[in-house]
Structures are given as structure tokens and as C-alpha cells.
């Protein structure tokens, strides 16, 4: 069988190179070509390990990608990057698979919003698919499941390691500020308060914070029930929601970002209920470079490619109930 080609735009970032690891295992993939306009010309194995083979960086302007006729573009820029870049592409009449790790497309009706364990019934055959983002994705899966019973908008405190900063330096992914440190930002408003507000259907009020650690994020949600729950009941919903979805485990205690760093799911628990049965409090966790970008992505390309969804993507066994 042929593989399809990819081309990452942006590829020097983190998620790029996680990207990039997941493509070179891949059975049904292939890089086409990874742009980096800061490690142009180097071999792309020097920064990447696990990649084996040829492939340099290149530094293509945006209006010359779709003459490089990759099958599959994956937009790993910053915030406010992809547009000119899928403008290029409907410029030039090409209509290659592009999923945009950006925040560029998340609220845009045409794209296809990929978080498959909650909306992958949506998918109509688009080419185009936004990926949701990282903190985001860990929300909608905590609240999901609850999002009928609630008598007030979820409340959630993110924490996240510094890899969720990308790598254009900021105090937000600057060792020396951050060490011994927990670095609160966005009390309100923050970009993925109205993304899972607007996807969940539902207000959400987030407030995160960044920590020391390099990989993973956690998210507290404290939800006011509409009618008083047992602790069994709400955990057989997360249950049945997420039942046969390998990347989304349901556990009784509340996950540990140090279990889930570096692994290629999600993990829910916790669901501490105050003595009147009408307030619960969900933590979900997952790698912000997986579950939360490079991840879901694989997800969404290889569910529009045809291929299984968890097609190229190690999924680790439940470790504890
Ligand atoms: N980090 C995370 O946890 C998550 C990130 N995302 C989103 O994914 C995208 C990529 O994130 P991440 O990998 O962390 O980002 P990085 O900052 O680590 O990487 C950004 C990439 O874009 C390139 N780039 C930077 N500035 C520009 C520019 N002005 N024009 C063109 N290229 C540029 C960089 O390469 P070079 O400068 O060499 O060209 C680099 O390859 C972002 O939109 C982010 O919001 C989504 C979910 C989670
Ligand atoms: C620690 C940190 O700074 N995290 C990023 C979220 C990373 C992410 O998911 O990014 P996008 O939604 O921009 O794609 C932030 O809060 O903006």
C-alpha cells in the first residue's frame, strides 16, 4: 500500500516534534516535509531521535506549500499563523487534509472540530479539522459527561507544564521564573474558556496556572449538580460515556500528571462529592503534547484517511482500576 505524505509547518516547536515521532511509526505515513525556518537545512534525525532517515528541515514560504503536494498539512504555527497558509492552499486550488494545531479554526463553522471521543459523530467527510487545544480537550472530557445536571457554570483551576507555553520565550517557559514556582495567567478569559464554553454548550470558567514540570496538565472542575448525586451514579456515567475509548480512562482516585506525562491518553477521577450530594469535584490529566495536540491529531488524520483512529498510536494498557 502506498503511504500518504505529510508536510509539518512548524515543525521545530514541541508539538511538531512529537509530531514527527508519531509520524516515522506510522505504518501509513509518511513526512513529505518539515518546515523550520531556524533549523532550515538541518538534518531532521539530529533533533528528532526516533526519526530515521533523510528528511532536512526546509523553510518553504506559505505560498509555495501546495506545489510540495503533501496528502495530509499539519499547521503546528503559533496562534494566528495557519490562515495565510490555508489561504495558499485555496489559492492554489489545492485541497490537501489540513489539520490546524492553532487556535486559528476552533470557533470557524467549515472546520471540523476533532475532539473524537465527543465529537467524532460530527465528522462529514471535511478536509479541513481544527484540534482542539490542550487544556480544552481535559475539560470537555471532565464535564461532558454532566453537562445535563448542572445548576452553574463549571468551575476549573488548570495547571500546566511549561511545554504548554511553546518555545518563543516568555515568562510562561522560562525556567529561571518558574523554578519553585506556580505562575497563575488568564484568570479570565482565557482563549480555552471560550473555546469549551462554546463547544460544550455550556459557560465554563477557567483559571490557569503554569508550573516547573516540563509535560502535562491538570485540571480541577468543580461542578454544582442540579439534583443531588451518589458517587456511584456520577462515576457510571464517565464510565459509559467513555466506555471502549482507549484514550480516555476513568479511575476511581484523582490522576497524577506524573503518571500521564509522556503517554498518549487522558485520565479522569476523583468525583469528590460534598456531603449533599449537589457539588462534585472531576480531575482530568493528560500530556499537553499528546492527548492534548500531536495526539488528537493523529486521532482526527487517520479517522479522515479511513484508517482505525488509534491507527500508529501506542496506547498503554489501564494501569489501576
Ligand atoms: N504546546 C502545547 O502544549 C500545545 C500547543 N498547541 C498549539 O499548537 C501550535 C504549535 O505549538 P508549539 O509546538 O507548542 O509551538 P512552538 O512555539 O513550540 O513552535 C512553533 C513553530 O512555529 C514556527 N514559528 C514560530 N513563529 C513563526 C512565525 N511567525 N511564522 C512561521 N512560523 C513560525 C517555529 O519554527 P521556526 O521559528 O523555526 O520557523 C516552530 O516550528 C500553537 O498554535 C499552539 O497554540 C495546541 C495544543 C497544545
Ligand atoms: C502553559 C500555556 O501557556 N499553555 C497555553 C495553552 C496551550 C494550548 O493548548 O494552546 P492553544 O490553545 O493556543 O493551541 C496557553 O495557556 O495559552
Not at 66 to 93: M, S, Y
Not at 201 to 228: D, I, K, S
Not at 266 to 278: N, P
Amino acid at each position: 500500500m502506498d503511504k500518504k505524505t505529510v508536510g509539518i509547518v512548524g515543525a521545530r516547536g514541541h508539538t511538531g516534534a512529537e509530531l514527527i515521532r508519531l509520524i516515522a511509526r506510522h505504518p501509513a505515513l509518511e513526512l513529505a516535509y518539515v518546515s523550520s525556518r531556524e533549523l532550515d537545512g538541518q538534518r531532521v534525525d539530529a533533533h528528532v531521535p526516533d526519526y530515521a532517515g533523510e528528511l532536512r528541515y526546509s523553510a518553504p514560504a506559505h505560498e509555495d506549500l501546495p506545489a510540495l503536494g503533501a496528502d495530509v498539512v499539519i499547521l503546528a504555527l503559533p496562534n494566528g499563523k495557519a490562515g495565510v497558509c490555508v489561504e495558499a492552499f485555496d489559492k492554489a486550488g489545492a485541497d490537501p487534509l489540513i489539520v490546524d494545531l492553532s487556535a486559528d479554526h476552533r470557533f470557524d463553522e467549515r472546520w471540523y472540530y476533532g475532539l473524537p471521543e465527543l465529537t467524532r459523530g460530527r465528522w462529514r467527510g471535511q478536509r479541513r479539522i481544527s484540534n482542539p487545544g490542550c487544556y480544552a480537550t481535559a475539560i470537555q472530557l471532565a464535564v461532558a459527561p454532566l453537562k445535563d445536571l448542572l445548576a452553574a457554570p463549571p468551575v476549573c483551576f488548570g495547571v500546566s507544564g511549561y511545554s504548554g507555553a511553546g518555545t518563543t520565550p516568555s515568562d510562561k517557559n522560562d525556567p529561571d521564573k518558574l523554578r519553585d514556582n506556580l505562575m497563575p495567567y488568564a484568570l479570565t478569559g482565557h482563549m480555552h474558556e471560550r473555546e469549551t464554553s462554546a463547544h460544550l454548550g455550556v459557560p465554563v470558567e477557567f483559571m490557569p496556572h503554569v508550573a516547573p514540570h516540563f509535560r502535562g496538565l491538570t485540571v480541577t472542575c468543580n461542578l454544582y449538580l442540579a439534583r443531588a448525586m451518589k458517587r456511584e451514579d456520577v462515576m457510571a456515567r464517565f464510565r459509559h460515556a467513555y466506555e471502549g475509548e482507549p484514550l480516555v480512562q476513568v479511575l476511581d482516585e484523582a490522576p497524577w500528571v506524573s503518571r500521564v506525562a509522556g503517554r498518549h491518553h487522558a485520565e479522569i477521577g476523583g468525583f469528590a462529592m460534598a456531603l449533599d450530594g449537589r457539588r462534585v469535584v472531576v480531575v482530568a490529566t493528560l500530556d499537553n503534547l499528546l492527548k492534548g495536540a500531536a495526539t488528537q491529531a493523529m486521532q482526527n488524520i487517520n479517522r479522515a484517511l479511513g484508517q482505525g483512529e488509534l491507527t500508529g498510536i501506542p496506547v498503554a494498557p489501564a494501569e489501576r482500576p
